[in-house]
């Protein structure tokens, strides 16, 4: 090792060039695993947290595989569960903290008895909660997160005890959770206990809970899942008002974090293996051309006495000690790598903190370094290993370092099989970048430019009227309908692609009854009657709301396209009269008919959805919809000050324009999209210098034979001609066997394209056109240079 160390250095160009390519593609290889490792591998940061799970209804007959669970029905499935050491249940919600300093929006949860037990999380400071604290008049306590007990609190241990208002009530500190600490998900900064009183207990048609379960020891997930099945059942059979088709299933707590993201990263770690052989391809190509240049150096040790064996572990040592050097380099880059990811922290991107170079990684790039290293240096050993001594060691210099036929074949594969390589990343980018652009195309129903939103909570404490919030809200709008530069300002909630819903089941008065379980139910939303205006959704038919839709007045609701189409086919919606959430309740009547809105994602189809006026229910959180005759983003102070004129201890969170929501919502596809084309441009790079390495050596080799060529009168066209062409059939080959290899793979990317198809004629033609005139710049150099030789010298040098 230490010889083949000097031999290398010996060699600084070819080394340097050697070890850069190989700490690209290792670099790479290690940053996406890392990802892969914090993502997929690594388990959640509670003890033995294969064990945990999340328990989740269903409805199959309405298309919900993943639902939250009614009170009721949780309270049943703690009690008659034989699978579970323990099982809680949460809700995800948000504080506002005042008395200390700025009012600030905590994201929290509200937890059930046992929750911290199940996690088997013990606080790092005070205690968890009591089993008294869980009911009414008892449950005003708090365990913070270590970030919020850091920043608001300073790190202070006598925090323990002392009072802090959350919604306008005064709870008290009871416990720190350690650092890196935040379930239910990475927001949450503090937790309060969850009171089953009366009224959540009084529906099982309100589903809203979430389970957390740690299984027994000797029970597999498929068992737990299986029983909560059958729970369900009996559950149906005996409320079949509330729970027919409705089931339960358990699922694995880490496939809950990591959701959607697993095959993306499958197929990112595949992409970046195929870099990885490319960088191999294109250092094997680079030892046989050094390979050439010392056959009269292996000559020599043969004649000698070394053995063929012997030769091939000396020449695998220098190929491995290159792939450590690169895999050293790599480690580098993969460390800014990271770095970059914890700065970016892309939304797409689940359980970013986890993600390190950790012992894990460091010894996946040692592997990786080593095999590569014998992956790339064998085939060049092999051919060396067994010289003819007689006719190389009477060769001179120059033209005798060749590769001969079958190094020169072997070269040519390993180029055309980069080229092959390089167009199926390009194709798989192009496809991910093309859908990418269609789905940012795609309208959500509404004009997201110059809109500014703001997420309000009103506390019930300070505002325990529907009067009193409805009132607030008007003023908000008022004031800040008044600012300089504001067009239109409205209330909604929940705000469309903002990550929240509501969906309520209905009748419609007049038809006949259905049987259990076959309600249907609709997106719902409390809307102002300015919020169509500032959306910019159209009025389909009918009317909008107006002021006289307040409280007291006839209750009235608005329905989208898609409702009127699938409720009330070839019939005129106006004037019938639905029943919402509590089917017993007032009738409403539909007033008009609205645009469709998308609500989850821009690749999902609009939904069913269902609007009453704001005025008429008031609920405490909504979110402040602000239209800009400029840049929204200039008027968030204004808005802030308005706000906190009417209530200076109210804090507006999540202050966003409607375009950065938008791009929220499509972050997952821009990211991979983002890498793919990065992994596909670095691929085409390395197939150009590999294309660009073997016709330089062409040239090199044939100089002798081009100066006779143009001393018996050859014209240059015709030198270029053959050396280009030569090329060119490298590349034609590996653009042929490219193009097949993309048919055949990116079909896996099926699930993540929208809008177009796996095997999108337009790119997959042009691609295969991008990197054919890539290959023929990368051989026009090399070949230009050869027509510039002149005969004199040439012939002199021989």
């Known amino acids: 090792m230490r010889y083949a160390l000097r031999s290398l250095l010996k060699a600084p160009a070819f080394t340097a060039v050697a070890v850069a390519t190989l700490a690209l593609g290792i670099g790479a290889t290690s940053t996406v695993f890392s990802v892969v490792n914090g993502v997929l591998l690594k388990p959640l940061p509670y003890p033995e947290s294969e064990r945990l799970v999340v328990l989740l209804e269903n409805n199959q007959k309405k298309g919900w595989d993943q639902f939250a669970l009614s009170p009721p029905n949780f309270v049943d499935f703690r009690a008659q569960n034989r699978s579970f050491e323990g099982l809680s249940a949460w809700s995800t919600t948000s504080y506002n903290l005042t008395g200390t300093g700025e009012p600030e929006r905590l994201p929290g949860a509200q937890v059930s008895e046992g929750f911290f037990d199940v996690l088997k999380l013990t606080p790092a400071l005070g205690r968890s909660f009591a089993p008294n604290e869980f009911s009414p008049g008892n449950h005003r306590v708090a365990v913070l997160g270590y970030g919020l007990w850091q920043r608001r609190f300073a790190g202070a241990r006598d925090v323990l005890g002392k009072p802090i208002t959350l919604n306008g009530e005064s709870y008290t500190v009871v416990g720190v959770m350690p650092q890196g600490i935040a379930f239910p998900d990475r927001e949450t900064t503090l937790w309060t206990p969850l009171v089953l009183d009366a009224q959540a207990m009084s529906s099982r048609g309100a589903h809203w809970l979430v389970g957390v379960a740690r299984l027994k020891p000797d029970v597999t997930l498929d068992r737990a899942s299986a029983e909560m099945k059958e729970i369900a059942a009996r559950l149906e059979k005996q409320y079949?008002?509330?729970?027919?088709?409705?089931?339960?299933?358990?699922?694995?707590?880490?496939?809950?974090?990591?959701?959607?993201?697993?095959?993306?990263?499958?197929?990112?770690?595949?992409?970046?293996?195929?870099?990885?052989?490319?960088?191999?391809?294109?250092?094997?190509?680079?030892?046989?051309?050094?390979?050439?240049?010392?056959?009269?150096?292996?000559?020599?040790?043969?004649?000698?006495?070394?053995?063929?064996?012997?030769?091939?572990?000396?020449?695998?040592?220098?190929?491995?000690?290159?792939?450590?050097?690169?895999?050293?380099?790599?480690?580098?880059?993969?460390?800014?790598?990271?770095?970059?990811?914890?700065?970016?922290?892309?939304?797409?991107?689940?359980?970013?903190?986890?993600?390190?170079?950790?012992?894990?990684?460091?010894?996946?790039?040692?592997?990786?370094?080593?095999?590569?290293?014998?992956?790339?240096?064998?085939?060049?050993?092999?051919?060396?290993?067994?010289?003819?001594?007689?006719?190389?060691?009477?060769?001179?210099?120059?033209?005798?370092?060749?590769?001969?036929?079958?190094?020169?074949?072997?070269?040519?594969?390993?180029?055309?099989?980069?080229?092959?390589?390089?167009?199926?990343?390009?194709?798989?980018?192009?496809?991910?970048?093309?859908?990418?652009?269609?789905?940012?195309?795609?309208?959500?129903?509404?004009?997201?430019?110059?809109?500014?939103?703001?997420?309000?909570?009103?506390?019930?404490?300070?505002?325990?009227?529907?009067?009193?919030?409805?009132?607030?809200?008007?003023?908000?709008?008022?004031?800040?309908?008044?600012?300089?530069?504001?067009?239109?300002?409205?209330?909604?909630?929940?705000?469309?692609?903002?990550?929240?819903?509501?969906?309520?089941?209905?009748?419609?008065?007049?038809?006949?009854?259905?049987?259990?379980?076959?309600?249907?139910?609709?997106?719902?939303?409390?809307?102002?009657?300015?919020?169509?205006?500032?959306?910019?959704?159209?009025?389909?038919?009918?009317?909008?709301?107006?002021?006289?839709?307040?409280?007291?007045?006839?209750?009235?609701?608005?329905?989208?396209?898609?409702?009127?189409?699938?409720?009330?086919?070839?019939?005129?919606?106006?004037?019938?009269?639905?029943?919402?959430?509590?089917?017993?309740?007032?009738?409403?009547?539909?007033?008009?008919?609205?645009?469709?809105?998308?609500?989850?994602?821009?690749?999902?189809?609009?939904?069913?959805?269902?609007?009453?006026?704001?005025?008429?229910?008031?609920?405490?959180?909504?979110?402040?919809?602000?239209?800009?005759?400029?840049?929204?983003?200039?008027?968030?102070?204004?808005?802030?000050r308005e706000v906190r004129a009417i209530d200076a201890d109210l804090p507006l969170t999540k202050m966003r324009t409607m375009d950065q929501v938008l791009a929220g919502s499509v972050a997952a596809q821009r990211f991979n999209a983002a890498l793919l084309a990065g992994f596909a441009g670095l691929a085409l790079l390395l197939a150009a210098i590999g294309l660009y390495g073997v016709v330089s050596y062409t040239v090199a080799q044939q100089t002798h034979e081009f100066g006779i060529r143009m001393a018996l009168g050859a014209e240059r066209r015709h030198v270029m001609r053959q050396v280009m062409g030569r090329a060119m059939q490298l590349a034609g080959a590996g653009v042929a066997a490219g193009l097949v290899g993309a048919l055949l793979l990116t079909r896996l990317l099926t699930k993540m394209l929208y809008g177009v198809s796996a095997t999108d004629p337009t790119t997959f033609v042009g691609l295969a056109l991008v990197l054919t005139s890539i290959a023929l710049l990368a051989s026009w150099m090399p070949a230009r240079r050869a027509t510039r030789v002149d005969p004199v010298v040439a012939l002199r040098n021989d």
């Open 240 to 640: 079949p008002g509330s729970n027919t088709g409705w089931g339960a299933a358990a699922w694995s707590l880490l496939e809950l974090s990591v959701g959607d993201v697993r095959p993306a990263l499958v197929v990112l770690f595949g992409v970046v293996g195929l870099v990885l052989l490319i960088a191999c391809a294109n250092v094997a190509s680079l030892m046989l051309a050094r390979g050439a240049a010392r056959r009269r150096e292996v000559a020599i040790r043969s004649a000698i006495g070394a053995s063929a064996s012997q030769i091939v572990w000396q020449l695998l040592a220098e190929s491995l000690m290159l792939g450590l050097m690169g895999g050293a380099l790599g480690l580098v880059i993969a460390v800014w790598g990271v770095d970059l990811l914890h700065t970016v922290r892309p939304d797409g991107l689940p359980r970013v903190d986890s993600i390190e170079i950790d012992g894990r990684v460091m010894a996946f790039t040692m592997l990786v370094s080593v095999v590569t290293g014998l992956a790339f240096g064998l085939l060049p050993a092999l051919q060396l290993a067994r010289p003819n001594l007689t006719g190389t060691l009477r060769e001179e210099g120059g033209r005798g370092a060749t590769l001969g036929r079958a190094g020169q074949r072997v070269r040519g594969a390993l180029v055309v099989g980069e080229v092959a390589l390089s167009l199926v990343l390009l194709v798989g980018a192009g496809l991910m970048a093309k859908s990418f652009l269609r789905l940012r195309d795609v309208s959500p129903g509404f004009a997201p430019d110059r809109l500014l939103t703001a997420a309000i909570e009103l506390p019930d404490a300070k505002y325990d009227s529907g009067y009193k919030r409805t009132d607030f809200a008007r003023q908000a709008m008022e004031r800040i309908g008044g600012l300089a530069g504001v067009r239109a300002t409205a209330v909604v909630s929940p705000l469309p692609m903002g990550g929240d819903d509501r969906i309520l089941a209905f009748v419609i008065e007049g038809r006949p009854p259905l049987a259990a379980g076959e309600t249907p139910s609709a997106m719902h939303a409390y809307v102002s009657a300015s919020y169509f205006g500032a959306m910019r959704i159209p009025l389909v038919k009918g009317r909008e709301f107006n002021d006289q839709d307040r409280r007291g007045a006839p209750r009235v609701v608005l329905v989208s396209e898609t409702f009127a189409k699938k409720f009330f086919p070839g019939a005129d919606p106006i004037g019938q009269q639905l029943r919402i959430g509590n089917t017993e309740g007032v009738p409403r009547a539909i007033v008009g008919v609205v645009g469709d809105v998308k609500h989850y994602s821009l690749r999902d189809e609009s939904q069913a959805a269902m609007y009453e006026p704001y005025a008429q229910a008031s609920p405490s959180n909504f979110t402040l919809v602000v239209r800009a005759s400029g840049r929204p983003e200039e008027l968030t102070a204004a808005v802030r």
